[in-house]
């Protein structure tokens, strides 16, 4: 699959030939001198030079007063100048035909003065002047390349004199981060672990190049199969459906922290990096649907990182616990059954097998407790594991504690290094830095935590299936088209104030199942169509600003008379008021009364950045404290709404429950799906969709409410439709 758009060059900033760095200093203590004794502790083997006006030399190095005095035309400067210079800088660089450039300069759009801003524009300016030269940051905190152990930071932990004891070995895990300080960290920590990474990249403020950018080529990078981002917002938040689609296409895994979760963080981020962080529950779906996985902290993401640098192939559920302590092993089985994983018990012929190679004391159901037995049972206790169609994984309680238990123990998966089951270490006792290197001679997992490694087990078994799911349609978006296809396509009607009679409409013209009925706008009117359409009967007030009718006592039920319909107009037209006008006044909407079924809800949300959403979940009045709701991108096919649903506590009920009969899975889920196509078909004027309750039957469904927020002609919830969102908001209540 190829990028679209197409990827820039980033190799300059990698594995760049030349290097001219523009505010190099000599001084040990300031950032511009620590990046650039970076660039020499490295040992770099291009040609680096120096450019700062005020300087002949640095470090027995020429000082060159601009780029465009260099003796060749560089393929990377980094630029270490104050904010209102950098603009100036670019130029020079674009003139000189320079590559590619990295602003470590802060002092741009995250700062809130004027200078800051007008730096910010003429930086935007120049750059716009200039468009074949690759532009990072600013703000930035540079790059570590591992693979080819290239740098250009000012932290600390790339320095061998003040945090880096030595070289680190290369692995296939990369950080891309927003916020230097972040990447670097989780850098420091991942070393700490044992974790091997092929790169850091401290992102900045984006002005040009932006993680996405980054992520895409990484992507083609054959030493990365793991990616960690730490994200604060997006600039085209769209475009990750696709870089999403391309790592899974090439089985590489993309792990998120998503800050701004709340309005102080969102605050912070946008001061920080200047950007917006977003909807946070929207992005969790999108993620969730896009197999990416997401992490809420820093060793989370470093426990999920350690085992997809490891196994990424798709794997079952079930667990198999190896252990010398039966508690250890007991607490560890309760800790992953609740993160959603199994720790089945073994089949009796798999457990005699045991036996004849353990003490009778031992425990061999699972976990297989091996109590004090000698090196080989334990050896051949993990080859039996890693030989059983009964479990698809397995984690081996074993001492980390020193390098002597940590050797003594793991030489019992001697022959096992290269297996494609995943088996990962818990240590019950604290690990030591001898004990890590051990585990990770081995290419070994490992964790200090019950939680961490039901975390990240599930984590791999959550990105096998999402990846699993999407190859097996992998024609999305041939499916997807066939959807839209099968799906009568139609346009909400914007006069209709997004009322429940106007959003039937538009569902009935599409051809979603809505209850017979019609607008009556006087009593006559009324029992005419409880006639036609035939008794008992429900009746509705209609009104653009009266969204919650049974709110405000605007719905009368199981009507079986002309009396009783006529005296129910009677009722609701007095909610009309003696300024009709100012509700936005419909009429009275009579439909067939239909049969009870289950009550679920099916929504939409077009976000104007991320886009539109599809929501389901359990209906009726009481879904705001129900909370059982399931959120996806939009559009979906029927199969992704069938996944949608499973998701749902309530989702049994579709197979039926003590008793019930089952409910119509694969109507609700068409019906999803149709929604979706056309809420993605009718983005321009939708803001939200809420059809409830939507009750489904052993056979079929009917929408019986339905309300839409509209867009506005600025873009934002039209007046009226912003007081929907209130249901006192007219003094109705």
Known sequence: MSLDPPLRDLAPLFAPASVAFVGASSEPTSLAGRAFEAIRQHEFAGHLYPVNPSRDEIAGLRCY?????????????????????VASVID????????????????????????????????RAAIARWPALVVAGPNGEGIYDLTTDFTFTFSPVADYTRGLPSRPEAGNVAIISQSGGVGFGLFSLGLDRGIGFSRVVSTGNEVALDILDYVAHSLDCPSTDVIILFVEGFHDPGRLRSIAAIARERNKALIVMKIGRSESAQQAAQSHTGHLSGPAHLYSALFRHEGIIEVRDANEALDVASVLARWRGPV????????????????LADVLAEAGLSVPSLPESEQAQLRTQLPAFAGVRNP??????????IASILRHLDDSPSVDLVVFVASLFSHESARDRLAA?????????????????????????VARARRLPWFESQQAAARALRALVDYGEARQHHL?????????????????????????????????????????????????????????IARSIGFPVAMKAQAIGLPHKSDVGGVRLRLHTEDEVRNAFDDLIMLAGNNPDALGWQGVLVEQMAEQGA?????????????????????????EINRDFAVAPAPLTPDEAQRLIRSLRMAPRFDGWRGAAALDLVALATTVAHVSELVADNVATIRELDLNPVVVYGEGLLVLDGLAILVGADGEPSRTAATLLDPHALGLS
């Open 599 to 623: 009550e679920m809800m099916i929504g939409a949300i077009v976000d104007p950045t991320l886009g539109p959403f599809v929501v389901v979940g359990a209906g009726g009045i009481d879904a």
């Open 316 to 331: 079952g559920r079930r667990v198999g616990i190896v252990t010398g302590s039966g508690g250890a092993g007991v607490w």
């Open 472 to 528: 097996e349609s992998s024609q999305s978006e041939a499916a997807r088209s066939e959807a839209a296809g099968r799906f009568p396509s139609a346009a909400l009607d914007a006069a209709g104030g997004g009322s429940e009679v106007s959003v039937k409409a538009w569902l009935r013209e599409a051809g979603i199942a809505v209850p017979a009925g019609a607008l009556a706008v006087g009593a006559d009117r009324a029992t005419e």
């Open 92 to 123: 020079d660089c674009g003139r000189a035909g320079v590559r590619a450039a990295y602003i470590i300069t802060s002092g741009f759009g995250e700062a809130a003065t004027d200078v800051a801003r007008q730096a910010d524009g003429a930086l």
């Open 368 to 377: 297989v407790d091996y109590t004090a037995s000698g090196l080989s049972a």
């Open 413 to 437: 998966l001697d022959g096992l290094e290269n297996s494609d089951k995943p088996c990962v270490v818990f240590s019950h006792y604290a690990a030591s830095p001898a004990g890590i290197e």
């Open 65 to 85: 007063p601009s780029v465009s005095a260099l003796p060749e035309s560089v393929d990377l400067a980094v630029i270490m100048v104050s904010a209102p210079l």
